[in-house]
């Protein structure tokens, strides 16, 4: 599709759809760092106590249940070794509206836990319309030593089917290295260009057939005596 039509389904998306964000868990993950704990464990949901239904469960009403994930180390998180700063892409298998990201740390002061990262949202796969939507603080304090809360970072809405993290550092510097638990972003998808033409087309023909109908059933009044 071209730019210029794809900036219009946005535009015409952003207009006409209401606020209806679902727990969006991405489909791949990749990073530049090498890693003692498999990346994978960061979009499967292993960790959860309370797990989602990706694309389909309301995102307010699932983080507002305060779930938690347990640290059960290589099992169920990532983490990298000797080294403190990592970029994180995720490929969220479709194009959304993305304003929100829903992550678990490590156990509660973890020294290796993430501490400071950037998030980075892109159209597409080699983010070369990256958008930075801001830097934030992971805490390492949300519960015990096996067991973390989840914490939300919100920030502008932003059309995207690829996301970023850049790990900046973790809470220590002296750490075995950097990690976390898991994430799932807060995203309203797009309709397929196919299904939202035909909405916009029954739009269309519902307001012509009002115009059509309003105007049959006008009356005019008796000029006065």
């Given at each position: ?18 606020h209806a964000g679902v727990a969006l868990q991405p489909v791949e993950v990749s ?172 739009l269309l023909l519902g307001a012509v057939v009002r115009r059509k109908y309003g ?11």
């Amino acid at each position: 599709m071209r730019p210029l039509a794809i900036a219009c389904l946005l535009s015409a998306f952003g207009a006409t759809t209401a606020h209806a964000g679902v727990a969006l868990q991405p489909v791949e993950v990749s990073t530049s760092a090498g890693w003692v704990f498999d990346v994978e464990h960061l979009i499967d949901q292993t960790g959860l106590n309370t797990t989602y239904v990706s694309g389909v469960d309301d995102f307010d009403a699932f983080v507002s249940t305060k779930p938690s994930a347990v640290h059960c180390f290589g099992d169920c998180v990532w983490a990298t070794q000797n080294t403190h700063s990592a970029t994180l892409d995720f490929d969220l298998g479709t194009l959304a509206s993305v304003e929100s990201l829903a992550l678990w740390n490590l156990g509660a002061d973890d020294p290796s836990s993430l501490k400071t990262f950037e998030l980075v949202l892109s159209r597409d796969a080699g983010f070369s319309d990256a958008t930075s939507v801001g830097t934030f603080t992971a805490a390492n304090d949300l519960g015990d030593s096996f067991t973390t809360f989840v914490q939300v970072f919100d920030f502008e809405p932003t059309f995207a089917a690829y996301a970023r993290i850049n790990v900046i550092e973790s809470w220590s510097p002296d750490s075995f290295g950097v990690g976390f638990n898991e994430v799932v972003f807060n995203a309203t998808p797009v309709p397929e260009p196919s299904t939202f033409a035909l909405t916009g087309t029954a739009l269309l023909l519902g307001a012509v057939v009002r115009r059509k109908y309003g105007k049959g059933q006008r009356r005019t009044l008796p000029a006065a005596a």
